[in-house]
C-alpha cells in the first residue's frame, strides 16, 4: 500500500492522541468532508496493512452510533518517522488500549484535542509538552521499561503511588506551568476520589516530582485540572476535595465537560477551585505577568483563585 498525504495525516493524528475514534478521526483530519464513509473505507485499508490497530469491541458514542476505536501501530509510526525524518515517532506508545479502559482513552484524547485547540487559537500561549498516561520510558536499548506519568512515592510503611490521566506543559511569555489531568467519567463517587487521589498529588508536589516530567517548569508548583461529566458531580467532587485540608487541595482545579472546550478552557471562567470560585485558567496574553508566579497576584491568577 502507497500512503498518501491523507494517509499521513490520519497516521499522525492516531499516533498523537493514541485512541481515536472514526468520528474524531474525520473532525481532526478531514473536517470539509460530509460523509463518514469514506473516512472508514480509508481506515479499513489502513487496518488491513497494518498501519493503525482497531479495537475488536465497538465503543458506543454520544450520538447513539457505535464504531471501534484505532490506536497506532509499530509500522505506522516507522512509517511516520520516514515521512518526516523524525526518529522520535518511533517512541510512540504502540501497546494495544485494553477494552475496558476505551472510553477512558477517548475522553483523554479528547481533552487534549481540546488543550491543542484551545492554544492554536490563543496567540502568545503555546503547548510546550504533553505527556499521556502509558507514554513509555525507555530503557538504555530503548525498550519501554515504565511511565513516565506513573510515580511511586513510597514503599513502606504504607505504598503510595500518583498516576495521572495526562500532563501538559502551558508556556506563555516564558513562564510555564505544568498542569496534570484527571479525565473523570462520573462512575466513581466524589469522597472515593478525594481519598484516593488526594495523598498521591499532595506528595507529588512536596517532592517536586513535576519538575522531573518537565524540568522546564518555572514554577514550584502544579495544578491538577479534573474534569468531569457535568456540574453536579463537578460540585460533589470539590466538596470533598476541600474538606482534605492537610492534602493540598489549593492545587486542584474543576470544571464540567460542556465546560472544557476549545473556546473556553483557558479565558473564560469556567475553572472551579477547591473554595468554589470561579474564574478563568490563565489571563489573556495581553496580561503582562499572567503566568507570573513570582508574585502571589500572579499565581493566582494561574490558578484563577479569585
Known sequence: MKLTENDVRVLAAVARYYVLSAAQIRRQCFPHIRDGRAVRRRLSRLVAHHYIARSAANVAFSTGNAGPAY??????CEALAVYYGDDAWCATNTRT????????????????????QAIASAEGVELGAWINEWQPVLDADG????????????????PLSC???????LDMAGHRRVFYVEIDRGTTGARRIAASK????????????HRRHFPATTF??????????????????????AKQ???????????ARDEFTPAKMLFEPVMHDHHGHVGALIERPSVEHALDGTSSDSDQEVRHVS
Open 71 to 76: 490506536s497506532p501501530t509499530q509500522r505506522g
Open 97 to 116: 488500549p485494553r477494552l475496558d479502559r476505551l472510553y477512558h482513552w477517548l475522553d483523554i484524547s479528547e481533552a487534549h484535542w481540546v488543550v491543542d
Open 143 to 158: 525498550n519501554p521499561s515504565g511511565f513516565v506519568l506513573h510515580t511511586q512515592l513510597r514503599e513502606a510503611p504504607h
Open 163 to 169: 498516576s495521572p490521566d495526562a500532563a501538559f506543559l
Open 198 to 209: 488526594m495523598k498521591g498529588y499532595a506528595e507529588l508536589a512536596r517532592k517536586q516530582v
Open 220 to 241: 514550584n508548583d502544579f495544578s491538577i485540572l479534573f474534569v468531569t461529566v457535568d456540574a453536579r458531580h463537578r460540585d460533589r467532587v470539590r466538596k470533598e476535595v
Open 245 to 255: 485540608t492537610d492534602q493540598r487541595p489549593d492545587l486542584w482545579l474543576f470544571a
